[in-house]
């Protein structure tokens, strides 16, 4: 891996490899976590045009525990407020000459196209409505920890879908592996395309049909930012497609809730789901670390 760009140009077998690898950075227990050797003399440049918790904060974690020096840059405290180009932004970091830049960006094709231009791998960690292939690589891992196998496994995912890199680099992972993907929300934001995305992927715009005998259900959340206008009656939403406690009866007995987060309580998900015991949500955000740890070992240690 010369960097990490999205799920959908890696193979079954290298995604395979990730998740093994960081089933042995996860935390043992109560055990405190002691700093490796593996990056010693590297450093990771994480660079955020939008804003994150768990991403920005997980990949620092990560690169610190595996013995790396990590600056975090965010848009805002930086030069790109005095009005500092992306390119321009990347070529003064890149003299600065770090082992690999982690960024994400609002425009969907950032990374790639600094992938292009620059002789330092790139991580995407989200960009615009395209891919975040680091969550997907947690969310599998955290499904992973409480299945045996993804085959075969109902996976809905619902809410904002066409505006989510988080679905989109789950269905390219999920269906590399044989889960069956049921797409469903407001069909302003489940548009019938994106079931082109992969093969097999169905959509509905029932949420009780998406549910019923899922063995996982993943939230996704309303991303007003990137909705121009209006996409559905904003009071109506968690009537029709809020996760409810009600609901879960419909899923398999054993179904784990999931959201990447931020969750927005009382609009696409209730706090009784969320701090349930069905509920993996804070598991993703625990495997969010051992993942990066991975990815950011694979790419620095060819
Ligand atoms: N899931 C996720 O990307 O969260 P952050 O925006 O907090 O990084």
């Known amino acids: 891996m010369a960097g990490l760009l999205g799920i959908e140009e890696l193979?079954?077998?290298?995604i395979q490899a990730i998740l093994d690898r960081a089933k042995d950075f996860q935390p043992v227990q109560d055990q405190t976590f002691k700093r490796l050797d593996i990056l010693r003399g590297k450093m990771i440049v994480n660079l955020f045009y939008e804003a994150s918790t768990r991403t920005r904060t997980s990949f620092e974690i990560a690169a610190k525990r595996l013995g790396a020096d990590a600056i975090s840059i965010t848009a805002a405290g930086s030069s790109v407020a005095k009005g500092e180009s992306l390119v321009d932004t990347l070529n003064t970091l890149a003299a600065m000459r770090p082992s690999a830049i982690v960024i994400r960006h609002w425009a969907s094709g950032a990374p790639h196209f600094l992938a292009r231009h620059l002789p330092i791998p790139i991580i995407n960690a989200g960009d615009g409505t395209h891919?975040?292939?680091?969550q997907a690589l947690l969310d599998a891992r955290t499904i992973l920890d409480c299945r045996e196998t993804l085959e075969g496994l109902r996976v809905a995912i619902i809410g904002d879908v066409v505006h989510s890199r988080v679905a989109r680099s789950?269905?390219?992972?999920l269906s590399k592996f044989g889960a069956r993907i049921v797409l469903c929300g407001p069909a302003s934001l489940v548009p019938p395309e994106l079931a082109a995305i992969a093969p097999g992927v169905e959509i509905t715009y029932d949420m009780r049909e998406a549910i019923r005998d899922a063995d996982v259900i993943m939230m996704l959340r309303?991303?007003?930012e990137r909705q121009h206008e209006a996409a559905f009656p904003a009071g109506e939403y968690f009537q029709f497609y809020g996760l409810r406690l009600e609901h879960l009866e419909l899923a398999r007995p054993n179904a784990i809730v999931m959201h990447?987060?931020?969750i927005n309580r009382g609009r696409e998900i209730s706090s009784e789901v969320?701090?349930?015991?069905?509920?993996?949500?804070?598991n993703q955000v625990e495997n969010g670390v051992a993942v990066r740890m991975a990815v950011l070992e694979r790419i620095l240690c060819q």
């Open 11 to 14: 193979s079954r077998e290298e």
């Open 131 to 134: 891919e975040h292939p680091t």
């Open 222 to 224: 309303v991303q007003l």
């Open 170 to 173: 789950n269905i390219h992972l």
């Open 260 to 262: 990447p987060g931020p």
């Open 274 to 282: 969320a701090d349930s015991q069905r509920s993996v949500i804070l």
